[in-house]
């Protein structure tokens, strides 16, 4: 004799909340509203998730897990490392399609920050990150796209921190929208890195 069928899956539940949480934020967020958006009953919630909190940290953790297979889905769409970088860069922030909402995302890490099974998480996902972009940077070394005396652990921390900072600043002077303003920082970060020697005497003369 089998269970009833599950009906939809977590991984549906998880996306509807993230959704919900673009449009009111993780305090507002209630199981009543993912539930409507997810077309169950909040008691579904309850049963597979325990509380607010344990869909937070399901999401989370769903996030964290899935992270690696994000990086190099990436890789495989690029046939050079340098736009897969950009495409890494955006897709990271693509939720944000507007201020509101990247204010929305802002204040869910700001509860990654203090709550202890947020944080193991996020870190996971950061430090993914961080190793995705490092291993793209090393990539366009050995292709020469970058110069051979490229620190691109070093470079790697920049990059992420521009990811960061891009969305904050285009939330706050609404410029353009977070993709080109995210390509655009990390081509001019990059540039000092791809022009050659001869060329960068050439301009200087």
């Not at 620190?151 to 002077?173: E, H, P, R, V």
């Amino acid at each position: 004799m089998t269970g009833r069928p599950r009906g939809i899956d977590d991984a549906v539940i998880l996306q509807r909340a993230a959704a919900v949480i673009g449009r009111v934020g993780p305090a507002k967020l209630t199981l009543a509203a993912v539930a409507a958006e997810a077309g169950v009953v909040p008691a579904t919630l309850i049963q597979r998730f325990g509380s607010k909190h344990g869909l937070l940290v399901a999401l989370a953790e769903r996030s964290a897990r899935g992270a690696n297979e994000a990086f190099e889905r990436l890789r495989e769409q690029h046939a050079a490392p340098l736009p897969a970088l950009e495409a890494l860069a955006v897709e990271s922030m693509a939720p944000m399609t507007t201020p509101e909402i990247f204010a929305n995302h802002l204040a869910f890490l700001c509860m990654d920050l203090t709550d202890p099974r947020l944080h193991e998480h996020a870190l996971v996902i950061h430090e993914a990150q961080c190793a995705a972009i490092r291993s793209l940077l090393d990539e366009a070394v050995a292709r020469a796209d970058l110069r051979a005396e490229t620190d691109t652990a070093g470079l790697a921390g920049s990059i992420q921190a521009i990811i960061a900072g891009t969305g904050l600043s285009w939330a706050l002077d609404r410029q353009g929208t977070l993709p080109q303003r995210l390509r655009h920082e990390i081509r001019a970060l990059l540039s000092s890195h791809t022009r050659s020697d001869d060329n960068r005497n050439s301009e200087a003369s």
